[in-house]
């Protein structure tokens, strides 16, 4: 089951609208339907109704079902980095960092998984959506600076923007094939093998001078 935060406008869900919270109320009514359902069986005009207001209030706050689907990926991507940067601050060591943050990064593609597809699908919409841009942006963030503490580089260097960018797509790929089962075939428990697939000499090594 997933622990996504508690409804703000504390079980009486209609009360979000009288509070103004109604745009607040229909993006949690949302997340809180992905535990069971896909993003693309979700209804604006039903969570209006489970969140107590008329479909009419919810279309106010979102043009179509589309506008709040990118309202709940960029809250995803909120969520997402805040999980990764709390791994990152409990770890004491520079060098354990990028590994604390790949854990984090796969637990939250476990533990949310119809979110997590949803907000990485929703990324072709960051050009017209500021607020989705600026919250998955956040999110890469973390990863990079990660990356720039256990490497011992500035964020900026090019080589630990190409390190990040191979970190991204390892822990994204075991994201997705944790979700489908298919590394239990490895035969090890999850967070040693995102640790050992994320010490990869080849990784480090992006910061050896570049030749040339």
């Known amino acids: 089951m997933s622990h996504l935060p508690h409804d703000p406008t504390g079980g009486d869900r209609s009360r979000g609208y009288h509070h103004g919270n109604l745009k607040v109320s229909l993006i949690e009514a949302g997340l809180e339907a992905l535990t069971h359902v896909e993003a693309d069986d979700l209804s604006l005009r039903q969570l209006a109704k489970e969140v107590g207001v008329s479909a009419n209030a919810a279309y106010r706050h979102f043009e179509d079902k589309d506008a709040l689907l990118s309202a709940m990926a960029a809250e995803g991507f909120r969520r997402f980095a805040r999980a990764q940067h709390d791994a990152v601050a409990q770890e004491p060591q520079a060098e354990g960092r990028l590994k604390a943050a790949g854990r984090a990064y796969v637990a939250f593609a476990q533990a949310h998984p119809a979110l997590y597809r949803l907000m990485f699908q929703r990324l072709s919409c960051v050009a017209t959506d500021p607020d989705l841009a600026q919250s998955a942006i956040g999110a890469m963030t973390v990863l990079l600076e990660a990356t720039s503490s256990t490497l011992h580089a500035p964020a900026h260097d090019e080589r630990v923007r190409v390190a990040a960018a191979a970190c991204w797509s390892l ?35 992006q910061v050896q001078p570049v030749q040339g």
């Open 171 to 205: 822990v994204h790929g075991l994201s997705a094939l944790s979700q489908g089962g298919q590394l239990a075939v490895f035969g090890l428990p999850m967070n040693e093998l995102i640790d050992r697939v994320l010490a990869m000499p080849s990784l480090l090594s």
